[in-house]
């Protein structure tokens, strides 16, 4: 390799890593006023499935967090540092169960309208953050499980807003306890693919300093 192509090679990833770093962190901020929101309605009606989704929220903003301090670091970082936001994905998952029993005891479903306008609230930040990320899907295990949570962040919303439909005409908690497990099984499901892409990633590639 010429010693311009190795030029062009350092210059093109410290670029993209630039880059990387202000959608991430714009997506970080979308997350966090997204996770406010949703928590403040989940408390005011009761909802489970918006409680549990209030938690992904807040653990999308966690891992955009990650994702901005360790995309500079080693392969080996990196690769722990995926370890630990497939791990984070796992609360929202526990959180979706967890108030998914509260609602079975408690017995009381949440008011339809309110959640599935909270829905769509959620599903337009999850969907610009999907669409942000799109664009770096290619920067590795990290990157590419942001942009994982953030595309099952937009299934999850999607239904809820169903489970907000229904309940406008049914007054169950049935739909919002059983979206409230689907979003938990969602997750277990991003955890497991976080740590796939991660363990298939190549070393080779990622080490720009040789």
């Not at 770096?136 to 999607?158: I, Q």
């Not at 229904?166 to 955890?191: E, K, M, Q, S, Y």
Request: charged share 15%; hydrophobic share 60%; glycine share 6%.
């Amino acid at each position: 390799m010429s010693e311009h192509e190795t030029c062009e090679h350092e210059y093109s990833a410290s670029s993209l890593n630039q880059s990387a770093r202000k959608i991430v962190m714009i997506v970080a901020g979308l997350n966090l006023f997204g996770f406010a929101v949703e928590f403040i309605v989940a408390w005011a009606i009761g909802s489970a499935s918006l409680f549990a989704d209030a938690a992904d929220f807040m653990e999308d903003f966690l891992i955009a967090l990650l994702v901005v301090t360790a995309l500079g670091w080693s392969v080996a970082s990196r690769r722990k540092a995926s370890v630990g936001l497939a791990a984070l994905i796992l609360i929202p998952a526990f959180a979706a169960f967890g108030t998914a029993i509260w609602k079975i005891i408690s017995g009381a479903p949440p008011e339809g309208f309110t959640l599935s306008a909270t829905a769509v609230f959620a599903m337009v930040v999850n969907l610009i953050s999907a669409l942000l990320l799109m664009r770096l899907r290619g920067e590795g295990a990290l990157v590419h499980g942001a942009w994982l949570a953030a595309r099952n962040d937009v299934l999850a919303n999607v239904l809820i807003l169903a489970a907000g439909i229904v309940t406008i005409f049914w007054a169950t908690i049935w739909p919002d306890v059983v979206i409230g497990v689907i979003i938990g099984v969602i997750n277990l499901r991003a955890a497991q693919e976080v740590l796939e892409q991660a363990r298939a990633e190549d070393p080779e590639l990622e080490m720009d300093d040789d």
